[in-house]
């Protein structure tokens, strides 16, 4: 399955609060079970992150693609600006969205609860994206996409 992750979750691999999660979500794109999309975005916020994350993101090779910013992808961006969904301070917020969207992903994977993964602003992204005829995007925290296993149960 190919998802859309942006930079906080690579971050978040080396952050106390999000690491076990974000471990456990690189854990299953290494174990073959995701295929990783991130943009040229990605690409220049990653430039300026610690080395340690800047490593992590290479340690995973092949299990990653990289997108450009297309022109469909601007579009939506102008969109989402014009809605009040960010405001332009925020762009890069929404050119992650957007190329989740004109890639075919499945989700965007984030940390970003102010901008991304909101309850408000996730039906507002959606909204946009069905307008432009998208369907609609799942937009998740690497705590969510990862599988646990319950051995109480057989699932």
């Not at 994206?129 to 369907?135: R, Y």
């Amino acid at each position: 399955m190919l998802v859309y992750v942006d930079t906080s979750v690579f971050g978040g691999v080396f952050d106390e609060k999000f690491a076990e999660a974000s471990q456990a979500f690189f854990d299953e794109v290494r174990n073959g079970r995701f295929d990783v999309l991130v943009s040229s975005v990605v690409l220049d916020e990653l430039r300026g992150a610690p080395e340690e994350v800047r490593r992590l993101y290479a340690e995973l090779g092949s299990r990653v693609r990289v997108a450009e910013l297309s022109e469909t992808a601007l579009v939506l961006v102008r969109r989402y600006i014009a809605a009040g969904i960010v405001g332009e301070g925020w762009r890069p917020d929404a050119e992650h969205v957007a190329m989740t969207t004109v890639s075919g992903c499945r989700a965007i994977v984030s940390w970003n609860f102010r901008h991304i993964v909101h309850f408000e602003k996730v039906p507002l992204y959606n909204g946009v994206n069905m307008s432009q005829g998208f369907g609609p995007l799942a937009i998740h925290t690497p705590q969510e996409m990862v599988r646990y296993e319950d051995k109480d149960q057989d699932v």
